[in-house]
Structure formats: C-alpha cells, structure tokens
T-cell receptor, first 115, second 111 residues
Framework: ETGVTQTPRHLVMGMTNKKSLKCEQH?????MYWYKQSAKKPLELMFV???????ENNSVPSRFSPECPNSSHLFLHLHTLQPEDSALYLC??????????????FGEGSWLTVV | RKEVEQDPGPFNVPEGATVAFNCTYS??????FFWYRQDCRKEPKLLMS???SGNEDGRFTAQLNRASQYISLLIRDSKLSDSATYLC????????????FGAGTRLFVKA
C-alpha cells in the first residue's frame, strides 16, 4: 500500500473541460511533486513544492495549474488540455528538501486521456 | 544528449539468467544514484541506492563508476517477477537540487 494516494486513477476529459487531480501523502513529508510520464519518455518533472511553497515550475503550460494547500495535499487543476497532454501523471513526495537524495515515493498515478 | 542515458531494451532473458544494465550520466557533479523499478502501469518504486563502494541486496548488485560516469545493476538468478522497467536516477546540486530520471530499461524474464 502506497503512502501517496492519487485520485482519480483514470480520467477522460474533453479539451474544453476543467478537471482536477488530487494527491495526498500520509508519510509526513515536506516536499511534493508532480511528474508527467508519457510513453517511452523519461519522467518529466512539472512542479515542486517544499513546505507548501512552489519552488520549481519546469516551464509547464498554464493549462496546468498546481495548488498545494498544505504539506499533505497537492492538486493539479486541468483546463483546456490538448490530446498530447494524455499521459500518466504521478504525484510524489520526499521527506524534505527536494532532490537532496531522499527517497522519492510515488503515488499510483492518474491516467489522463484528453479527447 | 540526455543527461542520463539507458539502453531502452527490451532485454528478454530466461528464468535463472544473469542480466546487467548500464546507465551513463553526463554531469560530473552528480552526487546520488539510485535504481527504481516500475512495473507495467504502476508507479516507480525505489529498488536500491547505489554507493561508491558498490552494494548488494539479495540477487541485486549495484555499482558506481565515477571515473567513467556510469552505474550498473546486475540481477542474478532472474525470476519472472523481475520483469519490469528499471529506471536509473541521478541527483545533483548545481544551481539547485535536481533529480534526473533515465527513460528506463525494460526487462522481460521468460519461463
């Protein structure tokens, strides 16, 4: 059982829809991340939050909007997506200071299909 | 050139075989190294960290060669359950901490 839970696990949305992905971590971690994984490509880091403050945005289009109300919860708001945004979106967390070599724990991911 | 490169495979091996994966990294400032495992349609999970002296965990052995800038993963006595994608992960602290994932190497272990 993962300490990072994501909902929904699967989502199909139209290009004009607005939806949100939710992530919750039960590990007491201070850093949380959104990654995108497309077929046959490396994981792409999208956003990083440390103590609920955004510390990194890797040139992600504004149609993806993250929200981190506290250290345990992370949202990814989706609006007017494109078919090429279809991918597996993975939430992750680590104990502290992002990318300091701490183990990264991933949620099971949200499979997104944009039609 | 990607900062972390892996042979995508797939590697198709019979049960009981020994298989090795290499991963090269281009930034000499890289500090920490890991192997993650990702099962089909599942999330990545840490398999093992890679230490300079090399380390072993059961049938799995990881090694680091800083001079040549590569890490390796050796799996002995392969099991069907070892079938997965193995991700090489490298972290560095240059202009901020960064974690870079390789694209992964797919392994299929056949009966």
């Amino acid at each position: 059982e993962t300490g990072v839970t994501q909902t929904p696990r699967h989502l199909v949305m139209g290009m004009t829809n607005k939806k949100s992905l939710k992530c919750e971590q039960h590990l007491g971690h201070n850093a949380m991340y959104w990654y995108k994984q497309s077929a046959k490509k490396p994981l792409e880091l999208m956003f990083v939050y440390n103590f609920k403050e955004q510390t990194e945005n890797n040139s992600v289009p504004s149609r993806f909007s993250p929200e981190c109300p506290n250290s345990s919860h992370l949202f990814l708001h989706l609006h007017t997506l494109q078919p090429e945004d279809s991918a597996l979106y993975l939430c992750a967390s680590s104990r502290d200071r992002p990318f300091s070599g701490n183990t990264i724990y991933f949620g099971e991911g949200s499979w997104l299909t944009v039609v | 050139r990607k900062e972390v490169e892996q042979d995508p495979g797939p590697f198709n091996v019979p049960e009981g075989a020994t298989v090795a994966f290499n991963c090269t990294y281009s930034n000499s400032a890289s500090q920490s190294f890991f192997w993650y495992r990702q099962d089909c349609r599942k999330e990545p999970k840490l398999l093992m960290s890679v230490y300079s002296s090399g380390n072993e965990d059961g049938r799995f052995t990881a090694q680091l060669n800083r001079a040549s800038q590569y890490i390796s993963l050796l799996i002995r006595d392969s099991k069907l359950s070892d079938s997965a994608t193995y991700l090489c992960v490298v972290t560095r602290n240059t202009g901020g901490f960064k974690t870079i994932f390789g694209a992964g190497t797919r392994l299929f272990v056949k009966a």
